[in-house]
């Protein structure tokens, strides 16, 4: 993605509702799985670090990302040092970590499964994988096409994979389920009638008037409540948490 997509990235990561509320219902998942008080967690593909200073208020924080401008913006978050990496064979850390966080990062990678397998080896046993992606296919828009994405996910098609990978899951859902009929109507609609896609694809970051941004940030953040304690049956994204258990892989 070019130079001006991560500016308009990083510009809008710490307001837009969306931004927001995923790092909301993500805060609220880790609160739940019961760290060490100086937890190790990771990172992997952290974007412009819009998630970095919530992830270090739970241990200590590590991250990378494979664009050299999202990295640069990153760390002028001054959280930690952001380093250039990649998936699967680029990792560029050696140490093992309690916590590794992958937030809308696996569907842009070919190979999801080594992806996973590599991310494992820096696992310490008994520790955790947090995931999210977007959900189902039918919803493909030129905003995947922009954004380099390989694939959409279903909960079971992510279930599966992090299976292989070695970990045992622990809760799966659909998240961003009430705004769901909203845009998939939006996106269905907007794929129907060929609609301008450089417009499509700018319009998804531009950040609503106050009012309206308040509202779907109190609407979509709302989820946090049943995260983990119910399994939601369809929505625009899905998440997922994993242990590794076998300390041999």
Request: aromatic share 10%; hydrophobic share 45%; net charge positive.
């Amino acid at each position: 993605m070019d130079k001006n997509f991560y500016l308009q990235y990083a510009a809008v990561e710490d307001q837009h509702w969306w931004f927001v509320g995923r790092r909301r219902i993500v805060e609220a998942l880790i609160r739940q799985l019961k760290l060490p008080k100086h937890a190790k967690i990771l990172e992997a593909g952290c974007a412009t670090g819009g998630n970095l200073s919530m992830l270090a208020r739970y241990g200590e924080v590590a991250a990378m990302e494979l664009d050299e401008t999202a990295c640069l913006l990153a760390n002028e978050r001054r959280v930690t040092t952001v380093q250039q990496g990649s998936l699967p064979d680029k990792i560029p850390f050696t140490s093992q970590y309690d916590l590794i966080v992958i937030l809308d990062v696996l569907e842009h990678i070919d190979d999801d499964l080594a992806a996973l397998e590599a991310l494992s080896s820096r696992l310490n046993p008994n520790s955790w994988l947090l995931i999210t992606v977007p959900a189902y296919q039918f919803l493909w828009s030129y905003h995947d096409e922009i954004n380099h994405h390989k694939r959409r996910y279903t909960l079971k098609k992510l279930q599966r994979v992090v299976k292989q990978a070695g970990y045992t899951v622990c809760y799966g859902s659909y998240f961003n389920t009430w705004l769901f009929p909203l845009v998939a109507g939006i996106r269905l609609l907007k794929n129907l009638l060929k609609l301008d896609k450089k417009a499509d694809a700018s319009s998804d970051l531009n950040l609503p008037a106050k009012p309206i941004n308040k509202f779907l940030t109190f609407l979509f953040a709302s989820e946090r409540y049943l995260i983990n304690r119910v399994s939601l049956p369809f929505g625009v994204s899905v998440v997922l948490t994993a242990q590794k258990i076998n300390s041999t892989r």
